[in-house]
């Protein structure tokens, strides 16, 4: 049999907490978009066969996992590459999602994540695979916080702490400037270890009153404007721990592109997803066409080139179908 698997992006807002002061660690908030998706077909094999380096890494790790001798893949689109949207963990799981069922096998994502290196300090990823929606995930406790990464698979993703899909008319604006990709890979592993032993507790204690009176409540009650300026809020204390590693609150250019786009009326919130370079803000389809227009100039005063797009959340994560074109 051969599947197609479609997989969201994400936007990332951000941690509750970075600091070894705090019992839990890391605990972030996300959500899994419409647009853009990475799209995989596998179909059964007697080894894996697959001319995308990083997918045939992902098959080769999955096939033994799931005991089946290999699978044909195929990338047919993904995610932009390291630039705040999710695209590694999303192409990891597509795969391994893909391969599975082409098998008849339950890919059982959440719990073979680790396996391919996913999952291991934000569940964000593996929950909007699972079902989209916006999500807050319940971290690690912080005793398990060790000055060398683990090995792939030495860790559990992150229990979802609370998800809400989010209302109809909700869009986001995706600035992507033509910047040097985020932090990725052992760079990222740096960065993080780095930032976790200087983080200052206070900046979590902030966060948890913000998340607590003002993101949950604005998602759960579907309040646009105060959900879009709560996350906005997160990610610029999320800021303070990065400076040092990526150069200020928001890494070049995001910041200035940020700093435009949030006062555009349309637009109740924006920010920086992930590392970047990726930014957002919050609109509604009402706004989207302004809201366009306002992340178009940001990019333009920023001094920068790159694409705009507006986007539905996606409440419904992974879609999986017979791949037609076998």
Known sequence: MSVR????????????????????????????????????????????VCDHPAAREHAERATPLLDVSGA??????????????????????????????????????????PALGRGGRSGVGVAGFEAGGFVLDAGHPTERFTAEAPDPGGWTVPAVAARHELPDDWRFVLALPDADPGRHGDAEETSMRATVEDADPGVADTIAGLVVRRVLPAAAE???????????????????????????????PAGAVVDRLRGSP???????????????????AAHAAEARLAARDALDDAGCDGRVRVVRPDDAGARFEPNPNS
């Not at 637009?267 to 957002?280: E, L």
């Open 72 to 113: 044909h893949v195929d990338v047919e689109d993904e995610l932009p590459r390291h630039v705040g949207l999710g695209s590694g963990t999303q192409l990891a799981l597509a795969v391994l999602a893909a391969v599975a069922r082409a098998h008849d096998r339950e890919p059982r994502v959440r719990e073979r994540a």
């Open 222 to 252: 579907g309040d646009r404007g105060r959900f879009g300026r709560a996350v906005a809020e997160l990610g610029r204390l999320n800021g303070k721990w990065y400076a040092d590693e990526q150069g200020g609150v928001y890494r070049p």
């Open 266 to 284: 349309a637009v109740s919130g924006a920010g920086q997803s992930s590392w970047g370079p990726a930014v957002y803000g919050v609109t509604d």
């Open 5 to 48: 698997v479609s997989a969201p992006a994400r936007l990332h807002f951000g941690f509750c907490n970075l600091s070894l002061a705090h019992e839990r660690l890391y605990g972030s908030l996300g959500v899994a978009l419409a647009e853009p998706r990475t799209v995989v077909t596998a179909a059964p094999a007697e080894s894996v």
